[in-house]
């Protein structure tokens, strides 16, 4: 214990101590200078490492800035002509029917820029409803079709008509897109382009088979392209509903046959047939009502249809036995034979007949008025010779002889022998040539001039004659 401090050595505050030797290391508590010290040397490098990081943080903001403002320019786009532009933010329409030219919308993924044509779209539907055909070969004639005794539903595409018949049909459809907003939330161009033209073509198909499905087949196959109601537009009407109904924003400009329907392939000879025997009804049709117009404008002209008209009435009235009635008929009838004028159905009517009729008329009032002449002087010839008779009978006979035996004398075909006195004269009969090449003569001048009257009759009926009806009393 001599070698230690004689302090006390559980004194807290007492130092211990070695006695005998020095200690080998020595412990130096520089305190406040030497702290003072080391700050003093490392001041400069931190300086300089806090420099650095202050350039470092400006340059990231610099470059933020930069990745912003060209984040941002990348949101613009150039809406080319015929095409609309539709803003999203965040799935959602911002704004639609953006004009053609530069436009900006968020850039992707807070948001997009979606250009959609507004031009009118064609697309086929040409082999839904029709024979199967190699594609490309879809305009091919009916007649050059494969030929088949049936068709198979599996590839062979068809209609079901109001009769229950079968038909083909081929079709054209022209479409625009018209309500952005819709045709963005439930269509979407640009990938889904294929899908568009899948729905548009199913439509069709779904609407052409319900307006197939309410005419029969021979409405079907005269269907034309004027026709105010057809299967065109029953199709088009239903294609326009189901777009509607679905929120396409789309609209048809034209939905058309591309080429006329036709009946099934298995029949196409069978309908040909019936086809040409109704072509050929129609132009006996067609014929017969010609005919009809032609035989009544050459009868009675513009009068034929009141004639047949007051016709029927009268023999209405004849069947019910009317006399008043007849009589008042009769009475236009004759009125309009005549010419006069004659009042029907509030109507004043004059002058209308012509034609065979007038020819009649003209030809009876003829022959009436030579027949009374005729009449009257047979009568004032008879009066006369009875005159001559009751003075002297023998006279009147005599000269009356003379002048009929003058009249057989001067026949064409009689002829004269003088004989002598007290001779027998044999006669062997034998005609004159030159007298039976006279009577042949006049016998074909008779001909001819009888060809010659028909022919006038009939350039007199043809003026009467047209193929658009009966000629009214302004065009005669």
């Not at 850039?107 to 009118?120: A, H, I, M, N, Q």
């Not at 009374?372 to 009066?383: E, G, H, K, P, Q």
């Amino acid at each position: 214990m001599s070698e230690f401090d004689p302090k006390d050595p559980g004194d807290p505050g007492a130092e211990p101590r070695r006695s005998g030797r020095a200690s080998s290391v020595t412990l130096r508590d520089g305190g406040e200078s030497a702290r003072a010290e080391i700050a003093e040397r490392m001041d400069p490098a931190n300086q300089s490492l806090a420099d650095a990081l202050k350039i470092t943080y400006r340059l990231v903001q610099a470059g933020m800035v930069v990745l912003l403002v060209l984040f941002l320019a990348s949101g613009f786009r150039t809406v080319g002509e015929g095409q609309r532009g539709v803003r999203l933010l965040f799935g959602k329409i911002q704004q639609a029917n953006l004009s053609p030219g530069a436009q900006w919308a968020w850039p992707y993924p807070l948001g997009e820029l979606v250009k959609v044509d507004t031009g009118s779209t064609p697309q086929q539907v040409n082999r839904a409803f029709f024979p199967w055909v190699e594609r490309g070969d879809e305009g091919r004639e009916i007649d050059r079709l494969p030929s088949t005794n049936a068709l198979n539903p599996a590839r062979d595409g068809s209609l079901i008509t109001a009769d229950l018949n079968i038909a083909h049909t081929q079709w054209s459809v022209y479409y625009r897109r018209v309500s952005l907003g819709q045709y963005i939330e439930n269509v979407r161009p640009g990938d889904a382009l294929a899908a568009e033209r899948r729905l548009v073509r199913l439509v069709v198909q779904r609407a052409v088979v319900h307006a197939t499905a309410e005419v029969t087949i021979d409405e079907l196959l005269k269907t034309t392209q004027t026709d105010t109601v057809s299967v065109e537009a029953a199709a088009r009407e239903t294609a326009q509903r189901m777009f509607n109904d679905l929120g396409t924003g789309i609209e048809i400009d034209q939905l058309s046959l591309t080429r006329s329907p036709l009946p099934p392939v298995t029949l196409y000879e069978k309908f040909n047939q019936v086809s040409n025997q109704a072509q050929n009804v129609g132009q006996a049709r067609e014929q017969a009502a010609r005919q009809r117009v032609e035989m009544l404008n050459a009868v009675a002209g513009a009068a034929a249809e009141p004639l047949i008209a007051q016709i029927d009435l009268y023999e209405r009235a004849t069947e019910l036995g009317d006399e008043a009635q007849q009589r008042e008929v009769l009475a236009r009838i004759d009125a309009l034979l005549e010419g006069r004028p004659v009042e029907i159905d509030g109507v004043v009517l004059e002058g209308l007949a012509s034609g065979e009729v007038s020819e009649l008329l003209n030809s009876a009032a003829n022959q009436r008025s030579a027949l009374v002449n005729r009449a009257r002087a047979d009568a004032a010839i008879f009066r006369a010779k009875l005159e001559q008779f009751n003075a002297s009978p023998s006279l009147m006979i005599a000269r009356d002889w003379g002048s009929a035996y003058l009249e057989f004398r001067n026949k064409a075909y009689v002829q004269a022998f003088q004989v002598p006195p007290g001779h027998v004269l044999e006669l062997i009969i034998n005609e004159d040539p030159d007298i039976a090449r006279g009577l042949d003569r006049a016998a074909k001048q008779g001909e001819l001039d009888r060809a010659r009257e028909l022919r006038m009759q009939d350039l007199d009926r043809a003026r009467f004659r047209t193929d658009e009806g009966i000629q009214t009393g302004e065009e005669l």
